[in-house]
């Protein structure tokens, strides 16, 4: 990958969500951890892509459960073949979906991150999108209406389905990120995009400001950018074409900072801090960072009602402040 490929990323800051979550010291009492994961795995209809879209899915299953730490009670899977790694395990059919949602109905909180990936085939009818599963399809509507009645901060919506742009401006809303695979519904060709963005959440490459994170915004342009080189270096024309909406304004952009990203550059699916093992000083430096950042976030939004002076001088003030925080957190990570 080449360093132009992340030009516009290099210099963006990120903002953690810090969530209500786990572990403090023993004796001490717990929050809740409030993500909550559905992980839906769609028919592949040919042996090439049932071992791709299996493989795919095995690999977020590990993210989910091993790397990011996600409750296995909060992680909901649904397969064709129902297998998977949480213990709430189903066929992938529409009515174990709404099973699901009912699920996170009953159980979500106001503070909840809940996500929800679609690995497989979609189609479009010229009107609406769907996505394939056991048995009837369900469309970017109906996953509208399962959505409106969770309750969530924030809600993640990645569908790296075909046909999967037809979702974007359906799905599209305040506090949502909805990142597809494809531009439009009539990209109905099998994607890539699954691949290459599951990657990011383990490639150093991903971690446009060395924060040691990797945010959607920077899981999304690193995909975004390995699945244009793919198609280049396979000397075919590309037919899919990766968007991300997190403004709600129903139109997607194909990079961050086009007029999205700015919410998606604040969402991490790994723990909480207040969730990991890090000793409590370190857990006061993140969070001290954590402020930072979103200080660091508030000038950006302000840039253009600002006097360009004005705007670096302000924004140069937090950043120098950020790298001395972080190089405190690392030296502190670093010590036994």
Not at 307 to 325: G, K, M, N, Q, V
């Amino acid at each position: 990958m080449t360093r132009s490929s992340f030009g516009k990323m290099g210099t963006s800051v990120v903002v953690g969500l810090l969530l209500l979550g786990g572990a403090h010291a023993q004796g001490e009492r717990r929050a809740p951890d409030e993500r909550f994961a559905v992980l839906v795995r769609g028919l592949g209809g040919d042996p090439t892509f049932e071992r791709r879209f299996t493989e795919w899915t095995d690999r977020l299953c590990g993210l989910l459960t091993e790397r990011w730490r996600f409750r296995p009670e909060h992680v909901f899977v649904l397969t064709p073949d129902g297998r998977g790694c949480s213990p709430n395990v189903a066929r992938a059919t529409a009515d174990a979906v709404r099973h699901a949602f009912e699920r996170l109905r009953v159980e979500s909180t106001p503070e909840s991150l809940i996500v929800i990936f679609l690995i497989g085939h979609g189609g479009f009818d010229g009107a609406r999108g769907y996505f394939h599963l056991v048995g009837p399809d369900l469309s970017a509507e109906d996953f509208r209406a399962l959505l409106s009645r969770v309750k969530a901060r924030h809600i993640v919506f990645v569908n790296a389905a075909s046909s999967s742009g037809a979702f974007l401006p359906v799905l599209s809303r305040p506090g949502t990120i909805v990142i597809t695979a494809t531009r439009s519904g009539r990209e109905q060709q099998a994607t890539i995009f699954a691949h290459y963005f599951i990657e990011a959440f383990t490639d150093a490459r991903a971690d446009a400001d060395k924060d040691g994170r990797i945010s959607l915004a920077e899981a999304f342009a690193f995909a975004t950018a390995l699945t244009a080189e793919h198609y280049a270096q396979q000397g075919i024309l590309a037919t899919e074409h990766p968007l991300l909406d997190d403004n709600g304004d129903g139109i997607g952009h194909g990079e961050v900072g086009e007029g999205d990203g700015q919410l998606a550059r604040t969402v991490y699916l790994e723990a909480p801090v207040e969730i990991g093992g890090e000793d409590e000083e370190l857990r006061a430096l993140l969070r001290q960072r954590q402020a930072l950042l979103e200080k660091i976030e508030a000038v950006k939004a302000r840039k253009a009602e600002m006097p360009p002076e004005e705007y670096e001088r302000e924004l140069e003030r937090w950043l120098l402040e950020l790298a001395r925080l972080t190089e405190r957190i690392n030296a502190r990570r670093k010590t036994p």
